[in-house]
């Protein structure tokens, strides 16, 4: 199960693949502007245009995001275990490894119920079966809430966790509140950050990866800034996101029900908390990311 922004996102009428094919960025840099227009119209939420379209298998990056390994080199290590994963070789029902990709933008709630339904199916291929979850980074949270929710600990054996976090992400709120660069030469160009900001606070699960339990974020004289205290940055419907992640998040709380083993990076800038500045109203101006090289 693939973290956010790691699943393929396509469009259902025209199969263009909208999330993420950067092939697609014109030539002619007068033509950026009605790309990046198209792009972010086509990824605001909610609506039901997109599909999944497969899991990431190119290597891309999006600041402030996250550097998005390549899945295909996991799946390629498992295959030489002697896991059945290739579609063009084997029937599903043949196949021993299975991808679960989603529309990463949705509430985690629904991507879970989604995931219930494909482990059921697959499961139906191999009686008797009890499936080992990969989840890489929000997958946990998607794979966490369909084993502690929906009953898939009655089904999965074994959970792995890849870099998938217990209480959320202050990247989360990095992108929430600075947007995305996605030309990265020229990160001021075409008010990319202003316009990406715009549709990345319409999608729930980014708000559901906002740490909620530990303080990452403080404001001058080292005072914690409570996210759900201070909700000027967002607008009335951004603020009721916010709220449902804060009920996703304490109903999820930190137990597993199945026999799971964590795996983090180390040596790696991490970010892990931030430093808030306010203007003279006391309205959020900029946050001073604090980073460490321990990893996540």
Not at 79 to 95: I, L, V, W
């Amino acid at each position: 199960i693939p973290g956010i922004m790691g699943s393929k996102l396509r469009n259902k009428k025209t199969g263009e693949i909208v999330w993420v094919d950067f092939g697609a960025i014109p030539k002619n840099p007068f033509q950026w502007n009605a790309w990046i227009d198209h792009l972010l119209g086509q990824m605001a939420y909610p609506n039901d245009a997109l599909e999944p379209a497969g899991v990431m298998d190119k290597l891309i990056f999006v600041p402030p995001w996250a550097k998005q390994e390549i899945y295909s080199r996991l799946v390629a290590a498992l295959q030489e275990m002697g896991y059945k994963a290739d579609p063009s070789q084997y029937a599903e029902a043949d196949r021993t490894l299975y991808t679960f990709d989603y529309d990463w933008r949705q509430d985690n709630r629904k991507s879970a119920a989604q995931l219930a339904d494909a482990v059921a199916r697959w499961q139906s291929f191999h009686p008797g079966a009890k499936p080992w979850i990969v989840a890489h980074s929000n997958g946990g949270l998607v794979a966490r809430w369909y084993i502690e929710k929906l009953g898939g600990k009655e089904r999965v054996g074994r959970l792995f966790l890849l870099g998938s976090p217990w209480d959320g992400s202050p990247k989360a709120l990095r992108m929430l509140f600075d947007g995305m660069v996605l030309l990265r030469q020229w990160p001021g160009l075409l008010d990319i950050a202003e316009r990406t900001r715009k549709v990345v606070r319409g999608w729930p699960c980014a708000y559901q990866l906002l740490p909620h339990v530990d303080p990452f974020l403080r404001a001058e004289g080292d005072q914690v800034v409570e996210l759900t205290g201070d909700l000027g940055w967002l607008d009335e419907g951004q603020r009721a996101l916010l709220e449902d992640a804060r009920r996703f998040t304490t109903e999820l709380d930190k137990a597993t029900s199945v026999e799971t083993l964590c795996f983090f990076g180390r040596a790696q800038p991490t970010a892990t908390g931030g430093l808030l500045h306010t203007d003279a109203v006391g309205d959020w101006e900029r946050i001073d990311w604090r980073t460490t090289d321990d990893g996540d």
